[in-house]
């Protein structure tokens, strides 16, 4: 497989840098992992912290800097990162309000933010916790117990962090970060595999013509393997899958999130069908997001995710962000 890098035992920490070079408004760390806001730690303010493998760029790093996280940990690709580091994340951006720690339901992921918020306890530091587990596909994983964390992760990293960034404490921005969780379902679909550069042969096996529904970001299986099918179809499958779980009763917002490789010529197709399907149950749509923002390397595909929303919810998603990965409203 013919890919951007130099060798795999270095493409994380390549990528760090040249992050850096263009974000001078990030702090990046690249020996210790650790992506900061440069102004962190901003005083009375709640600390936001995520982290993960690396390779489902811009998720997490891109979405450090104001309105959104105040620091990131990318570990190795699709590797959760330790335990130490997350403690040095959280430590650089404590100001005496607290932190939230932003978790994705992979087995990793939950056992190393967990033993880094008993280092941060040791250490004085008052840690809150969110579990995002979105998935409908499946209930159990190659990766976890219960459901994965996928897209919804987006959208309980921007409320929350426009509520931390409006001074909100931090029960407040712990319960705003739980409700868009439990309001928010995904689907992903998969029409190729994806390749990590440590193994440089896709990760599994997808015949020529058939597609994974239900796909996880890591390759995961998903509920099963149909033939390929139209755009029209596969938004159809996706969108009653997430509505056979979730009945929204206010307006919702709407991800449509590329997989890594599908052109955002096909993602704005879906995306047209995916409100087709919608308007025909009836259920409207408050704000759209099409684009890769949580992806799974070199994958062909895409994921739905809705998040059922309120006015204040609303009016959090729709505050001023300025990170690499989403900006509006600066």
Known sequence: MKMLI???ETVVADALRGMAAAHPELTVDVENRV?????????????????????????HGG?????????????????????????????AVISGAGVLFIVKNYTGDVLN???????????????????VNDDVAVTDSLYTAGRR???????????AGAAADEGAP????????????????????????????????????LPP???????????????????MMTSREIADFSVHAILEDLTPRNPVLLLVNGMGATPLLELYGFNAEVHRVLGERGIPV?????????????????????????????????????????????
């Open 209 to 227: 013509g058939e597609l994974e529904l239900g796909v996880g970001i890591h390759g995961e299986p998903g509920r099963e393997r149909r033939a």
């Open 35 to 59: 992506i900061v806001r440069r102004d962190a730690p901003v005083a009375g303010k709640v600390g936001l912290v995520s982290g993960g493998g690396s390779g489902h760029e811009p998720l």
């Open 286 to 330: 408050a704000r759209t997001l099409v684009g890769n923002y949580v992806t799974s390397l070199d994958m062909a595909g895409a994921s739905v995710t809705l998040c059922q929303v309120d006015e204040e919810l609303l009016r959090l998603w729709d505050a001023p962000v300025n990170t690499p990965g989403l900006r509006w409203g600066v």
């Open 149 to 159: 964390g996928t897209g919804a992760t987006l959208f309980v990293e921007k409320i």
């Open 113 to 131: 933010f967990d033993m880094a918020a008993e280092l941060a306890d040791d250490e004085g530091i008052q840690i809150a916790k969110v579990l």
């Open 170 to 205: 931090l029960d407040r921005v712990e319960a705003l970060a739980k409700q868009v969780n439990e309001n928010s379902r995904s689907f992903g679909v998969a029409l190729s595999a994806c390749t990590t550069p440590a193994k440089g042969s896709p990760t599994f096996d």
């Open 63 to 91: 979405f450090v800097g104001p309105g959104m996280l105040s620091a990131a940990c990318p570990g190795e690709v699709f590797t959760s990162p330790v335990p130490d580091l997350l403690l040095r994340a959280a430590a």
């Open 6 to 8: 130099n060798v795999a």
